[in-house]
C-alpha cells in the first residue's frame, strides 16, 4: 500500500504529492486542491477518485499552462468546464502508473494516451499533447551554475546548452518571450536581473526548481 499523506485537507499518497510538488516548482507557483485522492463521495467523479492517484486542482490561475505542466511531471490532466458536466470549473488530474488507481482511473489514462478528452463522450484530447507522454519518477538533467556565471560575465559570450536551460525556465516560468538560442546576450541578462535579481546559485536554483538540479 502506498504512503498516504495529508495535503490542504485532502489524502494524496506520496507518490502523487511528489508529482503535484514538482508541478508546482516548474509553475512557480501553488495549486489549490478542490478533491483528493481516496474519495467516493463525490458521484459526478464517476469513480476515478475511489484509489490513488487522482486529484481536482482549482483553474482560477493559468489552466491552460497548469494542465500542460501537470502533464510534464506524468498527470493525464484536462481543464474541465461547467458545460462539460455537473461539477464547476477545475483541473482534473490522474497520475499515470500510480498502482493505487481506481479501474475508472485507469481506463481515462489509457483514453489520454489514446488522445482522447476522458469523458463519456469520448471527444478528442483538448490538451497539449506530450511525446514521448512523461511518467513518474521524471529525471533532472543538470545544469553548471559556474557555466552559467561565465557566461553572464563574458564580453562576448558562446553559446553553451547551460543558457538555453536559463533562457527555458525564464520563458516558462515569467514569460520572458526570450529566443532559446544558448546565448548570454543583453535581453537574458536583463530578463534573469528582471525576474531573479543577482545571478547567484541560490536564485538559479529557484529559477530551476522542477525543471533542472544546479550543480
Known sequence: MEKRVEVQGHTLNVRTRRMLHMAEERLGFGLDIIQGSYNNSVSA?????????????????????????????????????????????????????????????RQQVCEYEAGRNGLANNGKDDGPRLHPIPVWPISLKRIAFNNVKKQFDADRPRRVLAIKRVQHCLN?????????????GHKTRHAYREHMGHLTRDSLKKLCAGYFRVV
Open 172 to 184: 516558462n516560468k515569467h514569460h520572458a518571450g526570450l529566443l532559446v538560442d544558448g546565448i548570454a
Open 45 to 105: 467523479s464517476g469513480g476515478t477518485h475511489d484509489g490513488g492517484g487522482a486529484i481536482d486542482v482549482s483553474a482560477k490561475r493559468r489552466p491552460n499552462e497548469v494542465v500542460r505542466v501537470l502533464r510534464e511531471v506524468g498527470f493525464a490532466a484536462w481543464h474541465r468546464l461547467p458545460s462539460q458536466g455537473p461539477w464547476i470549473e477545475h483541473i482534473h488530474a490522474v497520475a499515470i502508473a500510480d498502482p493505487e488507481l481506481s479501474p475508472a482511473a
